[in-house]
């Protein structure tokens, strides 16, 4: 069965990235990323999920790592929607809940075509080392901007920040991992209306 994969190249005045993105990997990363936080983010992303990820990026942190993360969240959202193709045979659906230590994170999604964002986490503290929390929210936002992915996170608890946002990363690799699963009882597009 031929492995799907989706590779992007993003090159702005703010950003320079590359990123490849493998559904059918074995959760094998490679990660350049200026912004340490987010590198460790995806690294659980792409292990949790299984999924070979390889992303080259260069951006302007000397402003702030605003512009890097959300172009990333770009890349990754026009990645996994070339990857999945026509969406004929996927589950569609996926939803995990990750403990982390004291914090609870649940990410649902539905591979619908239609983007939308339900964002429910309210972090203790506004930085997590020199990255900002606000962050998050925005690269999922950009993700399912290009994704065309209805995702629904929800941290339903926990105190401490690092902890609650690793649950959401290591959340969201399990449940797309389950939602673009070829599962063999479906046949064609999981949709009444015969596309997605």
Request: proline share 3%; hydrophobic share 40%; with cysteine.
């Amino acid at each position: 069965m031929t492995a799907r994969i989706g590779e992007i190249k993003r090159d702005t005045t703010e950003t320079q990235i590359e990123l490849t993105l493998n559904l059918d990997g074995e959760g094998r990363r490679e990660l350049d990323i200026p912004v340490p936080f987010l590198r460790h983010m995806l690294d659980l992303f792409a292990k949790h999920g299984g999924f070979d990820l390889n992303i080259k990026a260069g951006g302007d942190i000397d402003i702030d790592d605003h512009h890097t993360v959300e172009d990333i969240g770009i890349c990754l959202g026009q990645a996994v929607k070339l990857a999945i193709g026509d969406k004929a045979g996927i589950k569609r659906y996926g939803n995990r809940f990750t403990p982390m230590d004291e914090a609870l994170a649940q990410v649902t999604l539905d591979i619908s075509g239609r983007a939308f964002l339900v964002f429910h986490a309210e972090f203790p503290k506004e930085y997590v080392g020199t990255f900002n929390t606000e962050l998050v929210e925005e690269f999922f936002r950009a993700f399912v901007g290009n994704a065309g992915v209805t995702l629904h996170i929800n941290v339903h608890y926990g105190t401490n920040t690092h902890h609650m946002i690793e649950g959401v990363f290591k959340a969201f690799g399990g449940a797309l991992s389950e939602a673009v699963f070829r599962d063999p009882n479906v046949r064609g597009v999981l949709s009444t209306k015969g596309v997605l």
